[in-house]
C-alpha cells in the first residue's frame, strides 16, 4: 500500500509542475520564427506588432527595383491579387520576387521568417497558410514555403500569401535578407505598396 501511496505523490508533483509550466505568462518573443521543413503553423492573419524594430538598417525600393543587403540581391516585380475572397471577405495577396544569392552557400527563406506586410496603422499582416493552399492549385509560377535559393544563384518565383483586408489599399512590403541564419536579421528591405502597383488575376 505504502508503495501505492508513494507513487501517487509522485504522479501529484509531476501534474503540478505540468500546470506551473502550463500557467507561465506567455509572451511572445520578437525573434524570428524558424521554419526547417515544409508544414508550417498557422500564424494569425494580423497580429501586434513585433517585425518593427528588429533591424538596424532600412533600406527602401521601388516596385521592379533591385535592392541589396547582406549579400542578397532582392526585387519585388510585382504584387499580385489572386482575384478571390476568403470567408473572412479578405483579398489573397502574392508576392513575385527575385533573389540574388552572391554568397557560395544555398539556404531556404520562409514567409514566416523573412516576410510580412505593415500597414498604415502600424499593425502587420503575415503569412497565411489558406492562402498558400490556394495558390498551390490556382496560379502558376506559385512557390510554397519555405523555398531554397541557390549558392551563386538566383531564386525566381511566386511566394505568399497575405490575406488582406477588402478596405486597405496601401501597404508596405518588408523582407529580411537573413541568408542561412533565420536570426541574423540586421537589415530589411522595404517596398511601399499603392493600390495602382497591384496586379489583379482574372
Given at each position: 500500500?505504502?508503495?501505492?501511496?508513494?507513487?501517487?505523490?509522485?504522479?501529484?508533483?509531476?501534474?503540478?509542475?505540468?500546470?506551473?509550466?502550463?500557467?507561465?505568462?506567455?509572451?511572445?518573443?520578437?525573434?524570428?520564427?524558424?521554419?526547417?521543413?515544409?508544414?508550417e503553423?498557422?500564424?494569425?492573419?494580423?497580429?501586434?506588432?513585433?517585425?518593427e524594430?528588429?533591424?538596424?538598417?532600412?533600406?527602401?525600393?521601388?516596385?521592379?527595383?533591385?535592392?541589396?543587403?547582406?549579400?542578397?540581391?532582392?526585387?519585388?516585380?510585382?504584387?499580385?491579387?489572386?482575384?478571390?475572397?476568403?470567408?473572412?471577405n479578405?483579398?489573397?495577396?502574392?508576392?513575385?520576387?527575385?533573389?540574388?544569392?552572391?554568397?557560395?552557400?544555398?539556404?531556404?527563406?520562409?514567409?514566416?521568417?523573412?516576410?510580412?506586410?505593415?500597414?498604415?496603422?502600424?499593425?502587420?499582416?503575415h503569412?497565411?497558410?489558406?492562402?498558400q493552399?490556394?495558390?498551390?492549385?490556382?496560379?502558376?509560377?506559385?512557390?510554397?514555403?519555405?523555398?531554397?535559393?541557390?549558392?551563386?544563384?538566383q531564386?525566381?518565383?511566386?511566394?505568399?500569401?497575405?490575406?488582406?483586408?477588402?478596405?486597405?489599399?496601401?501597404?508596405?512590403?518588408?523582407?529580411?535578407?537573413t541568408?542561412?541564419?533565420?536570426?541574423n536579421?540586421?537589415?530589411?528591405?522595404?517596398?511601399?505598396?499603392?493600390?495602382?502597383d497591384i496586379?489583379?488575376?482574372?
Open positions: 500500500m505504502r508503495k501505492y501511496k508513494f507513487t501517487a505523490l509522485i504522479l501529484c508533483a509531476a501534474m503540478a509542475v505540468t500546470a506551473a509550466a502550463g500557467c507561465s505568462d506567455g509572451k511572445s518573443s520578437s525573434r524570428p520564427i524558424s521554419v526547417t521543413s515544409g508544414s503553423q498557422q500564424p494569425q492573419t494580423e497580429v501586434n506588432t513585433n517585425n524594430g528588429r533591424a538596424d538598417n532600412e533600406i527602401s525600393a521601388a516596385v521592379a527595383e533591385k535592392a541589396s543587403a547582406n549579400k542578397t540581391g532582392f526585387t519585388l516585380n510585382r504584387v499580385i491579387d489572386a482575384g478571390t475572397r476568403n470567408d473572412k479578405e483579398r489573397f495577396i502574392y508576392l513575385d520576387i527575385t533573389i540574388d544569392n552572391s554568397t557560395d552557400k544555398e539556404y531556404e527563406l520562409s514567409m514566416l521568417n523573412n516576410f510580412y506586410l505593415l500597414l498604415g496603422n502600424g499593425s502587420e499582416l503569412y497565411h497558410v489558406g492562402s493552399l490556394y495558390a498551390t492549385n490556382n496560379i502558376d509560377g506559385y512557390v510554397p514555403s519555405p523555398f531554397t535559393v541557390p549558392a551563386s544563384g531564386f525566381s518565383g511566386i511566394v505568399g500569401g497575405f490575406a488582406v483586408g477588402d478596405d486597405v489599399k496601401d501597404f508596405t512590403v518588408c523582407f529580411f535578407p541568408l542561412n541564419d533565420p536570426n536579421t540586421p537589415d530589411v528591405i522595404k517596398v511601399n505598396i499603392s493600390e495602382s496586379t489583379v488575376l482574372n
